[in-house]
């Protein structure tokens, strides 16, 4: 072959096969060696490529690196430039960059530095704690810092989770205390926190460190509390300034016996209990907002059938009290006894009433009335218990005493008469 300028020569189109030769002077001599054997046996030394841009390319000790002629990792890039610095692009439908291990523990694993200093961790929960552990994990290396989440185009977190576990969604949390784990969403200190004596709460407006406190200025709050025991609470809190200690002032609770206390902590030996400033509101009221003819305010039944109720009168202004007389409750029923005897050992009392010093003209002691007239007194369960009667129950005594008397008035007009007429 005629000598030939190696820069006239064709470039080759197929990635070599190994096969192919190259002349090599060997000790004065002229050799032939394939391309396969120029590293046989041989250690490769370092590749250095310097591109016209100042770019570097090498290779060193099974390290590549890209942008730096001293790798310090399996594959090192370094640039002088800010933005993206690498690309795994996929021609077809998508791409997949991975992390992988061999090993039965650890993982793949994503990390990013700040001046060489390792600050966040994403990948195989494994490979973060050393363990086998295949959950995702996500890490903050530098302690007091948190994790944040942002949408592109704003530098405010969408999302917070702070170093002492406080979650915050769109809002910068407040600064909760030890033993408090919380939930803030939207403003500052509203959300869920719970605590280290097994208590649930719902807030407005409110942190707990070292007690509770505002979160902001001149907002009342609130708070919905489910202890231990297993009671729930609803509670209040007049507008303060943020940081200042918050008195609670408890509105309702549902208690462990499923008791409801409004407007008081405890009531004992009722079902709904009410406590009230009766010099500013009434302790009940209910109201009917379609003015309904003959609507019901209230129900009274046992085991599903009803005993009383109150109701309205038709369409007028009155109310009836009502109580089940009905016939098919009955038996034996026969005309009642003379009652005049026992109605006139009643004793109708006046008297001052020992709260308020109010004086009744007419009226009855219950103690007095019980043991002449049954069904009408209700006694105390216990010695402390104040005895009750109900006038109402007096009204057929009442009855039966004008029949009597008014048997005994004509009889009485019947002899008058006859008398008259001798």
Known sequence: MADVKISALPA????????????????????????????????????????????TFATTSGSVGIGTASPSYTLDLS????????????????????????????????????????????????????????????????????????????ATAKLTIDSSGILSVGVTPSPWGSGFKAIEIGYIGCGI????????????????????????????????????????????????????????????QINTSGSLLVGTTSYAGVQIGVGY????????????????????????????????????????????????????LKSNVTNSESVINKLMQVQVRQYDWTEGAVHQDYGFIAQELESVLSGIVTKGKTEEDMWQLDYSKITPHLVKAIQEQQALIESLTIRLTALENK
């Open 12 to 55: 080759s189109t197929t990635p070599l096969a190994g096969t192919e030769v190259l002349p090599i002077v060997q000790s004065a001599t002229t050799r032939q060696v394939s391309v396969a054997n120029l590293t046989a046996g041989r250690a490769v030394s370092a590749l250095s490529i310097a591109t016209t841009t100042g770019a």
């Open 79 to 154: 640039s002088t430039t800010n933005g993206i610095i690498a690309r795994f692009k996929s021609t077809s439908t998508y791409g997949q960059v991975v992390a992988d291990n061999t090993s039965g523990t650890g993982g793949g694993l994503f990390i990013a530095s700040q001046n060489g200093v390792a600050s966040s961790y994403f990948g195989v929960e494994g490979a973060i704690l050393g363990t086998s552990s295949q959950n995702t994990g996500i890490y903050n290396n530098v302690a007091g810092t948190s994790i944040n989440f942002y949408n592109s185009g704003s």
């Open 193 to 252: 926190n719970a605590t280290s004596n097994n208590q649930t709460n719902v807030v407005g407006n409110a942190y707990g460190n070292s007690g509770w406190k505002y979160s902001a200025t001149g907002v009342a709050s609130s708070l919905y509390q489910q202890n231990g025991s297993g009671s729930h609470a609803w509670s209040y809190a007049a507008a303060g300034t943020a940081g200042n200690a918050i008195t609670w002032i408890e509105a309702m």
């Open 277 to 328: 400033a009766g010099n500013v509101n009434t302790g009940i009221g209910i109201n009917d907002t379609t003015s309904t003819s003959g609507c019901g305010f209230a129900l009274f039944q046992i085991g599903g059938t009803t005993i009383g109720s109150i109701s309205r009168v038709s369409a007028t202004s009155a109310v009836v009290y009502n109580t089940t007389s009905d016939q098919r």
